[in-house]
């Protein structure tokens, strides 16, 4: 959104994601992430050399609340989560323990609007663009997103099987998120989109009637209709277009020096299979819905 909003392939310098290619470079020696891996400014990838927001520490931004099933209890230093488990595993890449990881509180907007960070990356289902990519930088990606609608049981959008069966709907959507674009985009509705700053005003809305459906990312669609709104289901997902995969991406500093660092430990962790074992773990529910044409 964030849009489900998710993870996300390099070569050489960048990857092909949504609209145009991750930024930072992958390390050129043999290890991912080793001692001579080199992002913006080459950053040395060696534990005591990076180069981090407190000494010692590398700082984590995510929304507030965080959402399962990317997070669990809204507690993202507690592991669990994919999102919580994908920071976990990308930090120990980089030699932080887990009490050396700090969370801190970032609206999501915020994660990609213009400016200094305050955080190392930041992590909260946000898709890699290239109209993003000029506030921010990003990793290559670590999930891979698909979009879906989610309606009432028994409404009219809950019988939709095509775009052309929602055209005339009231459709919501998370503000700036992907979710939204796909609305505008490519369903393109006859009356406009509601947008909202955060999910729970989403689902609010679609409980009171004020929207006819929501367009979120497949996990979180999953998890809204089977442990929030048990009254609604899963109507369908967008089909992937062309050969860019929209994918979730974690957000650093425009400038960051870390940014072939935490490339380079993503890019391992998909390697590996870490991964795919973490969307096995936490995403397992999501795993499909008929597609809108």
């Not at 092909?16 to 290890?31: F, I, K, M, N, Y």
Request: net charge positive; charged share 20%; glycine share 8%.
């Amino acid at each position: 959104m964030r849009l489900v909003n998710r993870p996300l392939r390099l070569a050489a310098c960048a990857s092909a994601v949504l609209l145009t290619a991750a930024v930072g470079c992958a390390p050129q020696d043999e290890s991912p992430g080793g001692p001579r891996a080199a992002g913006q400014g080459k950053q040395s990838c060696a534990h005591g050399k990076l180069t981090t927001v407190a000494t010692g520490k590398l700082t984590v931004g995510t929304d507030k609340p965080a959402y399962a099933p990317w997070f669990v209890d809204d507690d993202p230093a507690n592991g669990k989560g994919f999102e919580a488990a994908v920071a976990y595993a990308v930090a120990q890449r980089l030699g932080f323990g887990k009490g050396a990881v700090e969370w801190q509180t970032v609206p999501f907007n915020n994660a990609f609007a213009p400016g200094a960070k305050k955080f190392d990356f930041d992590i909260n289902q946000i898709s890699i663009s290239a109209e993003r990519k000029h506030a921010v930088a990003f990793s290559s990606g670590y999930y891979d997103v698909r979009q879906a609608v989610i309606a009432l049981k028994g409404s009219r959008a809950a019988h939709a099987r095509s775009l052309a069966d929602l055209k005339d709907a009231k459709l919501g959507a998370q503000v700036g998120s992907t979710s939204l674009d796909v609305v505008n985009d490519i369903i393109r509705p006859t009356r406009p989109a509601a947008p909202f700053q955060k999910n729970d005003l989403a689902k609010t809305a679609l409980k009171n009637g004020q929207v006819d459906a929501l367009v979120t990312d497949l996990p979180t669609a999953f998890y809204i209709t089977s442990a929030e709104v048990k009254d609604a289901e899963v109507v369908g997902q967008f089909a992937a277009t062309g050969p860019a995969k929209e994918q979730f991406g974690l957000v650093l500093d425009k400038e960051s020096p870390l940014t072939g660092c935490v490339t380079a430990a993503v890019d391992a962790l998909r390697k590996d299979g870490t991964l795919g074992a973490l969307e096995k773990k936490w995403l397992s529910d999501a795993v499909d819905a008929p597609v809108l044409k």
